[in-house]
């Protein structure tokens, strides 16, 4: 009768044990493939949600990104629904196949040219940059160097890697927010060719007391190598808009298509004086200090379209 009444102590022992354990992992996670997991969660963090599928002491713990999950099933029968938190960095993951944007030098059209950037993410961290550029003071009648009042036309062109600084970027599971977002430092090499039309240039002689006057075109031709740091944000993961300035060296040469008033200039004496104004001050995508300076000075300003 003893043995009778411990072997029923025991069977029920199990029976309540099972019992216990199968409520204990009531839990049940639902994915957003609509796959539902029968677990025991153990913890849930900002980002992750950590579960057992065993009681054991020793069982493995099982981690599941909740960008993954759609829903919560609690054994207690309450239902937690997974939403994506619209401040948060890692919402910007939808858009991180977006690593193309073509963007416009917006205040452009002030300095008498028009100029538009291509941007490619080519891997973590690192992006480049193609840019180019027309020149012509007869685009609209507001340009800062209207002043001129000769017409000038030409291009530019210019590349540059990109380098993300600091933490501009977040980085979890090896990826960014995005890869076209935040701080940034960029060497660029540029080119410039431009030339100015139908300008009259006078020499004079103190000592003869006579001038001469020529017609001329003069042409400008520019090598720079700049260092811009700029900052670069994503407006409704559809936008860019950046800015950014940058110092570096700047040489620039330049040539008359008039030989006769070449000759001149190269026959001068202490005597003779002339007005050449000089032009290679602009040149149109960053400013040079003078004419015998090799300092160069720019500042940009874009907004972008962003692609896959």
Known sequence: MKKSAV?????????????GFAQSLRDTIVTKSNEQIICKITKITDTEIEYKKSMEADA??????????????YADGTVEVITRDEMD??????ILDKRQAIKFHFFSPFRDY????????????????????IINSSFFSFGMFDGYEHLTQGMFLSSGVKFNLGNSYYMKGMKFSHPLKGKYFKPELTY????????????????TYN???????KSVNGLALMLNYGNQYILGNTLTFGFSVGIGYSFAWTAYSNKDLENALNQQTSNTYYDLYD?????FNHVRAGERSAIGFSSTITLGYIFK
Do not use: C, H, P, W
């Open 89 to 94: 960095m890692n919402a910007e993951y939808e």
């Open 211 to 217: 001038s001469t006057t020529y017609r001329t075109d």
């Open 114 to 133: 028009m100029a538009f950037t291509y941007e490619k993410s080519i891997k973590m961290g690192t992006n480049i940059e193609a840019t180019a550029g």
């Open 192 to 207: 410039t060719a431009y030339s100015v039309r139908n300008m009259d240039y006078t020499i004079y002689d103190d000592v």
């Open 7 to 19: 072997l029923l102590l025991f069977v029920a022992g199990i029976f309540f044990s099972n019992t």
């Open 279 to 283: 032009y290679t001050a602009n040149m």
């Open 60 to 73: 493995i713990v099982f981690v599941i990104s909740k960008d993954k999950v759609r829903q919560i099933r």
